[in-house]
């Protein structure tokens, strides 16, 4: 009995130091290298820091830059690396960091390590704004102070062309091109270190028949134009100097009274907002910067879409309906194709003829021109809106064009009837506070205001 214990003692010790062995060479394999041992991105110039207890990596880009097409380099201890199902390459695969993006490094024996990389664009240091005043046939130019107040600057104007309704920089900050109404061009500017516009030498490009809204790509290097009474839309090339040229097919088909376009942060589709057609046309933008209606070249709207935009991940778009007092919000398919949500509009105020989201992509605001106010709304992770618990917040006369600050801090509202803007604090709740200067001066009939920084 007793050799029968020793023996059965020998081969449970046998089965353990084999079991031991086993885990032994488990956790051998789990400690197989796979770690991230530098990441950065040469255009731009931008370092990761890396934090290898969290697998974070966090990346600061320069202020403008486009970060839906990054190319990374990076070195790792790992055998190959990922981004979801593509192989990366250092220094040659791009990806889009609107989000953040998980690599995973794999190591030779199959183990894996992910690493999420975050990349912030950094903040501003100057803040400038421009007001088109439709009836005054000149630009407004404001210096935004530390407190997001505006102030005019020692040259308060600059004259554009016959009834201005739209101004847009380029993502730069170097150029400013303004949408001629009634004289049916486009007035181009250099943008001076101060923020000042001063007309190029070439002052203006022909567009076609009442153009209405101006905007520029995020590569800068085309910009289209909405011909509000040629029901088309004009297309450019900007050049090194930043002066427009016409395409060679000099314009697309809309559909009838288009009056807002807009251009989706990959710079890959383009939307337009048709007035008398209640829908919005939709396209894809070429290698070349030009534009093809999608095989749906349409998706319906409420009534009279005055204002369209889209959030700052790409994934959704919201249009202002002027006849039907409310806002149509849509996804956006991988194809860029939009579908209208379940939901397909949320109520906003009397007359709706503006709709912005900040850059943070939580809130929207709606300028509605009819009830001299601004709708509020929440964003949800599905992109719906849901008006704020103060679902508005008091305006100018006719408020026609509503913009927030590239920091997110700030919201200007240009009143048409009143002759001025008005400028809010952000809450972080998104809501929005009158400054204790409520409004500032602009020029004859102010229609439209934009904010950009450096």
Known sequence: ???????????????????????SGSDSNNSAPKSMTAFSFIIPAATGTINESAKTIAVTVPY??????????????????????????????PNNFLAPVAYTVTAADGSTAIYTVTVTVAAPTKLFAYVANLN???????????????????????????????????????????????????????IGADGSLTAMSAATVAAGTGPAIVTVDPSGKYAYVTNFSGSNISQYTIGADGSLTAMSTATVAAGTQPFSVTVDPSGKYAYVANRISNNISQYTIGADGSL???????????????????????????????????????????????????????????????????PSGKY??????????????????????????????AAGTQ??????????????????????????????????????TATVAAGTSPFFVITFGR
């Open 292 to 358: 093809t209606a999608m095989s749906t070249a349409t998706v319906a709207t409420g009534s009279t879409p005055w204002s369209v935009t889209v959030d700052p991940s790409g994934k959704y778009a919201y249009v202002a309906n002027f006849g039907g007092s409310n806002v149509s919000q849509y996804t956006i398919g991988a194809d860029g194709s939009l579908t209208a949500m379940s939901t397909a509009t949320v109520a906003a105020g009397a007359a709706p003829v503006s709709v912005t989201v900040d």
């Open 64 to 93: 403008k830059t486009n970060v839906t097409a990054l190319v990374a380099t990076f070195t790792s201890t790992g055998s190959n690396v990922y981004v979801g199902s593509t192989a990366q390459m250092s220094g040659t695969t």
């Open 399 to 436: 408020p026609a064009s509503v913009t927030v600050d590239p920091s997110g801090k700030y919201a200007y509202v240009a009143n048409i009837g009143s002759d001025n803007v008005s400028q809010y604090t952000i809450g972080a709740d998104g809501s929005l506070t009158a400054m204790s």
């Open 136 to 190: 005054g046939n000149y630009v407004s130019q404001y210096n935004i102070g530390a407190d997001g107040s505006l102030t005019a600057m020692s040259t308060a104007t600059v004259a554009a062309g016959t009834g201005p309704t739209s101004v847009t920089v380029d993502p730069s900050g170097k150029y400013a091109y303004v949408a001629n109404n009634g004289s049916n061009n486009v007035s181009q500017y250099n």
């Open 1 to 23: 009995m007793k050799m029968s214990l020793c023996w059965f003692s020998s081969l449970f010790l046998l089965a353990s130091l084999f079991v031991m062995a086993g885990c």
């Open 364 to 393: 929207a605001y709606v300028a509605n021109w009819g009830n001299y106010n601004v709708s509020q709304y929440n964003i949800g992770a599905d992109g719906s809106l849901t008006a704020m618990s103060t679902a508005t917040a």
